[in-house]
């Protein structure tokens, strides 16, 4: 009923930048937020971002100041600018959508961060 599609990932050198957006479709209802998530191989997947419908932000402690998300005007799809990437953000990141109908999740794309 919902499809998360995310695209942006690749290799980046430490210190540069990527921008990752998702694009949802099909039967979205009352969207609470919509957020970027990560994991590395063995490693449990965790928050990076998230965005309310309300428009409040949250950030993993390690990537504020570095990490920008965004909501895009019609509001079934959402971004996130990755600047002064590490080696240690180097994991699939996945797009979320949660509402009071589901928790939705993307198949995710790889970001790697290496010199």
């Known amino acids: 009923q919902v499809q998360l599609v995310e695209s942006g990932g690749g290799l980046v050198r430490p210190g540069g930048s990527l921008r990752l957006s998702c694009s949802a479709s099909g039967n979205i209802f009352s969207i609470s937020r919509m957020g970027w998530y990560r994991q590395a191989p063995g490693k449990q997947r965790e928050l990076v971002a998230a965005i309310t419908s309300e428009g409040s932000t949250n950030f993993a402690d390690s990537v504020k100041g570095r990490f920008t998300i965004s909501r895009g005007s019609a509001k079934n799809t959402v971004s996130l600018q990755m600047n002064s990437l590490k080696p240690e953000d180097t994991a699939v990141y996945y797009c979320?959508?949660?509402?009071?109908?589901?928790?939705?999740w993307g198949q995710g794309t790889q970001v790697t961060v290496s010199s």
């Open positions: 979320n959508l949660y509402s009071r109908y589901g928790n939705y």
